[in-house]
């Protein structure tokens, strides 16, 4: 928003907004694993449910190592949130409806948000928060 408030593109505020994303994904990776792990739980703590629980956090941190090119990590969280919503939604079918939803509409506007800064970048000029020293 402060983007399209200033119709400028700033990529530090861009970044913020990758980090805060790849954070996102880290903690939907521990959550499905919590989710697994205790006794009685209807997910169980096999290869593909503890496997899955990692990809999430291994995607953030992709994403982060593509913090020179910010449209790359964008589509990286990206797909991390939809491949995570895909895993709760399809493969953990056990998740309580409240939580199913709350996803969903979370991670709706997490990928709007980040679609929104992807179009942002060619709409609007670039403008740096603060100069490099060299």
């Known amino acids: 928003m ?15 907004q990758v980090a805060y994303g790849a954070c996102i ?3 939907l990776g521990g959550a499905r694993w919590g989710f697994a792990l205790p006794e009685g739980s209807p997910a169980k703590p096999d290869w593909l449910n ?3 629980s990692v990809v999430p956090a291994l995607l953030a941190w992709v994403a982060l190592l593509f913090g020179d090119n910010l449209t790359e990590a964008n589509l990286m969280v ?8 895909h895993y709760d939604l399809a493969l953990l079918p056990t998740y309580p409806s409240w939580f199913k ?34």
Do not use: C, D, H
């Open 2 to 16: 402060a983007m399209a408030a200033t119709q400028l593109y700033l990529p530090e505020v861009a970044f913020a």
């Open 101 to 134: 939803a709350m996803r969903t509409v979370l991670t709706l506007v997490a990928t709007f948000s980040l679609v929104a800064t992807l179009i942002l970048t060619s709409v609007y000029p670039e403008k740096r928060l603060s100069a490099q020293k060299k």
């Open 50 to 52: 503890l496997a899955n």
């Open 78 to 85: 990206i797909m991390g949130l939809g491949i995570a919503l």
């Open 25 to 27: 994904l880290s903690f």
